[in-house]
């Protein structure tokens, strides 16, 4: 199957530092790759949609200039967490789609804790 | 706005049982998935179900949709253990995900 790589898994930092986080199609090209964020026993919340080489759609009430995503090539894309908060402390999933017609396969998951 | 209500949100039930988690969505949609998460970890996709009628079988789990109906059902036939997680279904490429089903199976 195809496989999706996510790193790091976990990450913690200190308070208003930035976190990058890679998304990286190992064996796929994705022209399309969603960024989630999940809070303990919730659902995943959909961030953004990464577009290769055009700017990510941000889903209502993300802050674009706080969740950076670049999507650089078929096979990457990042989600920059600027200028971290404790509230930013959350699960970073990114997923992608192989095709059309597929399902999307997910990174592992980045738990990312700000101190 | 797209709206996906999955119930029941938690699910206890004894190994052997059958049980159905429905999923409903608000508008039109071309396809709906099925992912299974398990604690402290991502996703793991189950179903993809791109048609009106269409049903998918692996395992004990079944799959359906009923895109007239905005519905799809996830079928659990004769649960084990093993199968204890939560389930998410998500509609249309941007997936919208539903709240997730916790499920327990007791021995």
């Known amino acids: 199957g195809a496989v999706v790589s996510q790193h790091p898994s976990w990450v913690i930092c200190k308070s208003g530092t930035s976190v990058k986080i890679e998304c990286r199609s190992l064996?796929?090209?994705?022209?399309?790759m969603f960024w989630y964020r999940q809070f303990p026993k919730q659902s995943l919340m959909l961030m953004a949609t990464?577009?290769?080489?055009?700017?990510?759609?941000?889903e209502q009430g993300v802050e674009k200039d706080k969740f950076l995503i670049n999507h650089a090539s078929l096979t990457l894309s990042t989600l920059t967490v600027t200028s971290a908060h404790p509230e930013d402390s959350s699960f970073y999933i990114c997923?992608?789609?192989?095709?059309?017609?597929?399902?999307?396969?997910f990174g592992q998951g980045t738990r990312l804790t700000v101190v | 706005e797209l709206k996906v209500e999955q119930n029941p949100l938690f699910l206890s039930m004894q190994e052997g049982k059958n049980y159905t988690i429905y999923c409903n969505y608000s508008?039109?949609?071309?396809?709906l998935y099925w992912y299974r998460q398990d604690p402290g970890k991502s996703l793991e996709s189950l179903f993809v179900?791109?048609?009106?009628?269409a049903v998918k079988q692996e395992g004990r789990l079944m799959a359906s949709l009923d895109t007239k109906a905005r519905l799809s059902t996830l079928h659990i036939t004769a649960a084990v253990h093993d199968l204890s997680a939560t389930y998410f279904c998500?509609?249309?490429?941007?997936?919208?995900f539903g709240a997730g089903t916790r499920l327990t199976v007791k021995p």
């Open positions: 997923s992608a789609l192989r095709g059309v017609n597929t399902e999307a396969f």
């Open positions: 064996d796929f090209q994705a022209t399309t």
């Open positions: 990464s577009n290769e080489g055009s700017k990510a759609t941000y």
């Open positions: 508008t039109t949609s071309d396809r």
């Open positions: 179900l791109l048609s009106n009628g």
């Open positions: 998500a509609v249309d490429r941007g997936m919208r």
